[in-house]
């Protein structure tokens, strides 16, 4: 039986906002694996290493129309309408990303068609998940 899960995936340039200075751009892959059908990954492509965000998809899609999240990842509308901003937080730092609104909206549009939202449930593997807690000796 072949496997039924996929990987959605986008490359996004984001662009770091700095302080006194013209926004940076950043490469990035934004990733929608249906064996984690919550959750949507950024990858962001510093130099030769590659920093791992994992957050909601909900809150994803949230930001696109109003500033939402706390903790370590928040996301909302830039000044400009056609911008979203992402905010990532962590004990080493924090950064400030901007990235196209219809480039997200798109991307997010694809991890809808494969996984419609509210049946998040039938995708989800609680045993597996369960299994990942049990204590190895």
């Given at each position: 039986?072949?496997?039924?899960?996929?990987?959605?995936?986008?490359?996004?340039?984001?662009a770091l906002r700095t302080?006194?200075?013209?926004?940076?751009?950043?490469?990035?892959?934004?990733?929608?694996?249906?064996?984690?059908?919550?959750?949507?990954?950024?990858v962001l492509h510093a130099g030769a290493s590659a920093v791992r965000w994992l957050f909601g998809r909900d809150l994803l899609a949230d930001g696109l129309l109003t500033r939402c999240g706390d903790g370590d990842v928040r996301v909302g509308p830039a000044a400009d309408p056609a911008l979203v901003v992402v905010e990532l937080t962590s004990p080493d730092g924090a950064a400030v990303l901007e990235a196209?609104?219809?480039e997200i909206a798109a991307f997010l549009d694809r991890t809808y068609d494969v996984i419609?939202?509210?049946?998040?449930?039938d995708w989800f593997d609680f045993q597996a998940e369960l299994a990942k807690l049990s204590y190895q000796d």
């Open positions: 039986m072949a496997d039924p899960h996929s990987v959605t995936s986008a490359r996004i340039d984001f302080f006194g200075a013209a926004p940076r751009p950043v490469p990035a892959e934004l990733e929608y694996d249906t064996r984690d059908p919550y959750a949507v990954a950024v196209p609104a219809k419609p939202a509210g049946s998040e449930t």
